[in-house]
């Protein structure tokens, strides 16, 4: 996926296209945050997004034709970057919810996602039934099948076009997501920055109450009586958090319920958890409803998250993620995952990131961190496979699942870059991202840090060898 944005926020604009590993870098206060919440926002948010647009599309169709019958191939071919567009300018009203902020800030906000990938439609299957509530009785069914670029849709009971809501069109819109769109938009999780407090308070935030009552006390009590429901949705809609917050918050709170499942990444790759438990010095158990750490070695002493290490509670979501949701092509954002890490630390939470990728999960960063992006590079260099970096990797212990090849990352850097702006007469200086250079002998190009370690490396070499100033 590619994003394009203009005015967002921070950032004047914005070329940001995923790739297996994303990353982002910059100093504080440049914008990362906002691209990242933007993006995360977009894909979080595309079915619900792709359903307003295409059900009066799918309501026509259906009153015209004389049969549910839909023509994929003459509805999509060629146009899926035309729809992608057109969710984009709609996403854009969106915005100001995603941030929890006001619409002024967003009031400019371009923003234009496209994809090139190619659209396999005839490949693709797609059965779904329709079933009414506890009976099951089956009202409608859904069905693609391959080679054939049409959607059939059987009614079986005319009680399923009078469901409430979206009805049967719902339904549709549904499917025509997953067939055509889905390959194009992973499903989407992400580990705030905030994650480390959430641990600590996560049963005391329930986000969806607190706003409910927070609105219940503030309305008008005849307006409550004159439309309950109203006010209801309102509270639901009012956010006093950004959605990646949110979301995140929400995860948190269900750790002791996914618990017993295992994700579909967990059980093909179990290396990826016995390497986060390595992280961790030790794993996390839910032990009659309640949520511990417990630490590895003889002792094996249990903590609570509030009497864990700090560390601990920041990769919290990240090992139930690992553990119980991830699936391949899933795309896994991390908002600074260094927090309260200590260098060793950091350093094995790149080999980590560069062993799910390799599993097939696409991970997106936003990092500050020079020991995690020098670690990146060296797993980039250690990929050209020669004799010297095979004994390199032999000596230092690092596995082949570990090394990663250039061609799937993708750095950018926030910076200010000067551009002509049409009909200007002077260049103007720009806030955006600067896609960094990678080789495969010697890894990422990432000024941010250099500039500030050459820096610090001047200053000490002149204490220690300088002399008088």
Request: charged fraction near 25%; hydrophobic fraction near 40%.
């Given at each position: 996926?590619?994003?394009?944005?203009?005015?967002?926020?921070?950032?004047?604009?914005?070329?940001?296209?995923?790739?297996?590993?994303?990353?982002?870098?910059?100093?504080?206060?440049?914008?990362?945050?906002?691209?990242?919440?933007?993006?995360?926002?977009?894909?979080?948010?595309?079915?619900?997004?792709?359903?307003?647009?295409?059900?009066?599309?799918?309501?026509?169709?259906?009153?015209?034709?004389?049969?549910?019958?839909?023509?994929?191939?003459?509805?999509?071919?060629?146009?899926?970057?035309?729809?992608?567009?057109?969710?984009?300018?709609?996403?854009?009203?969106?915005?100001?919810?995603?941030?929890?902020?006001?619409?002024?800030?967003?009031?400019?906000?371009?923003?234009?996602?496209?994809?090139?990938?190619?659209?396999?439609?005839?490949?693709?299957?797609?059965?779904?039934?329709?079933?009414?509530?506890?009976?099951?009785?089956?009202?409608?069914?859904?069905?693609?099948?391959?080679?054939?670029?049409?959607?059939?849709?059987?009614?079986?009971?005319?009680?399923?076009?009078?469901?409430?809501?979206?009805?049967?069109?719902?339904?549709?819109?549904?499917?025509?997501?997953?067939?055509?769109?889905?390959?194009?938009?992973?499903?989407?999780?992400?580990?705030?920055?905030?994650?480390?407090?959430?641990?600590?308070?996560?049963?005391?935030?329930?986000?969806?109450?607190?706003?409910?009552?927070?609105?219940?006390?503030?309305?008008?009590?005849?307006?409550?009586?004159?439309?309950?429901?109203?006010?209801?949705?309102?509270?639901?809609?009012?956010?006093?958090?950004?959605?990646?917050?949110?979301?995140?918050?929400?995860?948190?709170?269900?750790?002791?319920?996914?618990?017993?499942?295992?994700?579909?990444?967990?059980?093909?790759?179990?290396?990826?958890?016995?390497?986060?438990?390595?992280?961790?010095?030790?794993?996390?158990?839910?032990?009659?409803?309640?949520?511990?750490?417990?630490?590895?070695?003889?002792?094996?002493?249990?903590?609570?998250?509030?009497?864990?290490?700090?560390?601990?509670?920041?990769?919290?979501?990240?090992?139930?993620?690992?553990?119980?949701?991830?699936?391949?092509?899933?795309?896994?954002?991390?908002?600074?995952?260094?927090?309260?890490?200590?260098?060793?630390?950091?350093?094995?939470?790149?080999?980590?990131?560069?062993?799910?990728?390799?599993?097939?999960?696409?991970?997106?960063?936003?990092?500050?961190?020079?020991?995690?992006?020098?670690?990146?590079?060296?797993?980039?260099?250690?990929?050209?496979?020669?004799?010297?970096?095979?004994?390199?990797?032999?000596?230092?212990?690092?596995?082949?699942?570990?090394?990663?090849?250039?061609?799937?990352?993708?750095?950018?850097?926030?910076?200010?870059?000067?551009?002509?702006?049409?009909?200007?007469?002077?260049?103007?200086?720009?806030?955006?991202?600067?896609?960094?250079?990678?080789?495969?002998?010697?890894?990422?190009?990432?000024?941010?840090?250099?500039?500030?370690?050459?820096?610090?490396?001047?200053?000490?070499?002149e204490i220690l060898y300088g002399g008088e100033l």
């Amino acid at each position: 996926m590619h994003f394009h944005f203009e005015k967002l926020g921070l950032l004047d604009r914005v070329d940001l296209k995923l790739s297996d590993l994303t990353l982002i870098c910059g100093e504080n206060n440049t914008g990362k945050t906002y691209a990242t919440y933007a993006v995360y926002g977009f894909i979080r948010d595309w079915r619900d997004i792709l359903r307003s647009l295409i059900e009066p599309e799918i309501d026509q169709l259906l009153k015209d034709a004389s049969e549910y019958r839909i023509d994929l191939m003459q509805m999509f071919e060629d146009k899926v970057n035309d729809y992608l567009k057109r969710m984009g300018k709609h996403y854009v009203k969106r915005l100001p919810r995603a941030f929890a902020t006001d619409s002024s800030v967003f009031e400019h906000t371009v923003c234009v996602p496209s994809s090139d990938l190619h659209l396999d439609l005839l490949s693709k299957t797609y059965q779904h039934s329709v079933q009414s509530g506890p009976s099951g009785k089956v009202l409608a069914t859904l069905n693609k099948s391959a080679g054939s670029a049409m959607l059939e849709v059987l009614v079986a009971d005319p009680e399923v076009l009078k469901l409430p809501f979206g009805g049967l069109t719902e339904f549709i819109a549904e499917a025509i997501a997953d067939i055509v769109f889905a390959d194009h938009l992973p499903s989407v999780h992400i580990a705030s920055a905030e994650r480390t407090g959430v641990a600590i308070f996560r049963k005391e935030l329930d986000m969806a109450r607190t706003r409910m009552i927070k609105a219940l006390h503030q309305v008008d009590p005849k307006e409550f009586k004159s439309n309950p429901f109203k006010t209801v949705i309102k509270a639901a809609m009012d956010a006093d958090y950004a959605w990646p917050v949110e979301d995140n918050v929400e995860f948190i709170r269900q750790l002791e319920d996914i618990d017993k499942r295992t994700g579909k990444l967990a059980e093909d790759n179990p290396e990826l958890l016995q390497s986060f438990d390595a992280i961790i010095g030790g794993s996390y158990k839910v032990v009659k409803n309640q949520l511990f750490f417990q630490a590895k070695g003889a002792a094996k002493q249990r903590f609570t998250m509030n009497e864990a290490s700090s560390s601990i509670r920041a990769l919290l979501d990240v090992g139930f993620y690992l553990r119980c949701k991830a699936e391949p092509g899933d795309l896994f954002i991390l908002d600074e995952p260094e927090l309260n890490l200590h260098p060793k630390n950091q350093r094995a939470f790149a080999r980590l990131v560069a062993k799910m990728v390799n599993a097939g999960i696409k991970v997106f960063i936003t990092t500050h961190s020079d020991y995690l992006v020098k670690e990146i590079n060296t797993l980039i260099m250690l990929n050209q496979q020669t004799a010297h970096t095979r004994a390199v990797q032999n000596q230092h212990g690092y596995a082949d699942n570990e090394l990663i090849n250039p061609n799937r990352v993708r750095l950018y850097i926030t910076a200010l870059e000067s551009v002509k702006l049409s009909g200007a007469a002077r260049s103007s200086k720009i806030r955006t991202l600067r896609l960094a250079n990678i080789h495969a002998d010697r890894g990422i190009e990432v000024e941010t840090f250099d500039d500030t370690i050459e820096t610090m490396n001047t200053i000490q070499s002149e204490i220690l060898y300088g002399g008088e100033l």
